[in-house]
C-alpha cells in the first residue's frame, strides 16, 4: 500500500508546515484575553460554562482582560521570542471564551486594535458554532482579503449525549452548520475535539472520525482530556471515575495513531494533545512532557507501525 506524501516527509498532514510554506515563515500565535463570555456562561443558554472549563488553564500569563490588547500582544511576542525564536511571524489568538460573542461594532474594534499592530499579520478567532452568524461570517470574509483570518470552533465531540453532559448549550448539528456556513465564505477555519470526555469509549472516540471527516474543515485540533482543579468536571470524576476513559502517555500515542488512520489525510493537524501548568492538575500522569516531545513520539510510533493519516481510508 503506497503512503500518502505529507509535507517534510512526515507520516500526517501538519498545519505548522502548511503555514510555513504558504507563508515563507514560522507563524506563531499570541494569545489575547479580550474579556469576552460565552452564552453558557451569562444565561442565553446555561449558566456555569463547559464542567471541564478553567480558562486561566489554558492560556499563558501575559494575557489577562485586564491589559490593552496591544500589552499583551508586546509581552506576548517578547515571551516567543525566547521560547521560540524561529518565529518569522505573529497570528493574534483571541482564545478565552467565545471571542465572536459580542455586537459586531466591539468586534471590529477588538480585531482592529490586534490587526494594528506592526508584528501582527493576521488573526486566529476561538469561538463556538453557535456564536457566527451570518453577520460575523459577512465581516469576516471581508477582512479575510485583506489579513490572514482563520476560525477555530470548539465542537468538543460529536455525540449530543456528551455535549449535554458537559454543558456545552448546543448540539452537534449546530457545529456541522457553522462548519458549513463558514466553509461558504473560503474561510479558513480550525475544528477543535477533546479525546476522554465522560461517557465514551475508546471505540466511540475511534468512531468519531467518520462523522469528522464529513467536515469541511481545513485544519483540526486534539486535546486529551486533563482534568482540571476547580472544575465540575473534577467533583464529577472523583464521584465516577469508572465513566472516564483515561490513558497512560503510551497509550495515548497509540490511540491517537489509530485516529489518525481514520482521518481524511487533506484535514492539516494542528495538535494532538494539549499541556496546562502543573498548578491546575492534582496529578500528571504523563510528567512534565513538553508538546515538542509528544510531537517526536508520535512521529517514531507511526514510523515503527508504518501508518499515516487516512492510512484506513485507502
Not at 525566547?82 to 480585531?111: C, D, H, M, W
Not at 465516577?240 to 482521518?263: K, N
Request: charged letters at 25%; hydrophobic letters at 35%.
Amino acid at each position: 500500500m503506497e503512503r500518502v506524501a505529507f509535507p517534510q516527509g512526515k507520516r500526517y498532514n501538519s498545519q505548522a508546515a502548511y503555514l510555513k510554506e504558504k507563508y515563507g515563515h514560522r507563524l506563531q500565535k499570541v494569545v489575547i484575553d479580550a474579556g469576552f463570555t460565552c452564552p453558557n456562561r451569562d444565561g442565553k443558554c446555561g449558566y456555569g460554562g463547559c464542567t471541564f472549563c478553567n480558562n486561566a488553564a489554558f492560556h499563558p500569563g501575559y494575557s489577562t482582560p485586564d491589559k490593552p490588547i496591544r500589552e499583551q500582544i508586546d509581552e506576548g511576542i517578547e515571551f516567543h521570542r525566547v521560547r521560540y525564536r524561529n518565529s518569522g511571524g505573529y497570528l493574534a489568538y483571541f482564545q478565552s471564551y467565545s471571542n465572536t460573542y459580542a455586537p459586531i461594532e466591539k468586534l471590529k474594534e477588538l480585531y482592529g486594535q490586534a490587526l494594528s499592530h506592526p508584528a501582527i499579520e493576521g488573526i486566529v478567532i476561538g469561538t463556538r458554532p453557535d456564536c457566527a452568524d451570518s453577520q460575523v461570517l459577512d465581516f469576516l470574509q471581508e477582512l479575510s482579503k485583506e489579513k490572514i483570518v482563520m476560525i477555530e470552533y470548539g465542537i468538543e465531540s460529536c455525540y449530543d449525549k456528551t455535549l449535554l453532559r458537559i454543558n456545552r448549550g448546543h448540539d452537534f448539528q449546530t457545529a456541522c452548520l457553522a462548519v458549513e456556513q463558514t466553509h461558504r465564505r473560503g474561510l479558513q477555519q480550525c475544528a477543535h475535539f477533546i479525546l476522554g470526555l465522560p461517557g465514551e469509549s475508546r471505540e466511540e472516540m475511534l468512531q468519531m472520525c467518520s462523522l469528522i471527516n464529513r467536515l469541511p474543515c481545513d485544519s483540526l485540533k486534539f486535546h486529551q482530556l486533563q482534568i482540571i482543579k476547580g472544575t465540575r468536571m473534577e467533583q464529577e470524576f472523583k464521584a465516577r471515575p469508572q465513566d472516564f476513559e483515561t490513558f497512560t502517555l503510551e497509550e495515548y500515542i497509540d490511540f491517537f495513531a489509530d485516529f489518525l488512520e481514520r482521518l481524511r489525510p487533506e484535514f492539516r493537524i494542528e495538535r494532538f494533545a494539549g499541556e496546562v501548568p502543573p498548578r491546575f492538575v492534582e496529578q500528571k500522569p504523563w510528567g512534565l512532557v513538553r508538546n515538542t516531545e509528544l510531537l517526536r513520539m508520535l512521529e517514531i510510533r507511526l514510523e515503527e507501525r508504518d501508518s499515516w493519516q487516512g492510512k484506513l481510508l485507502l
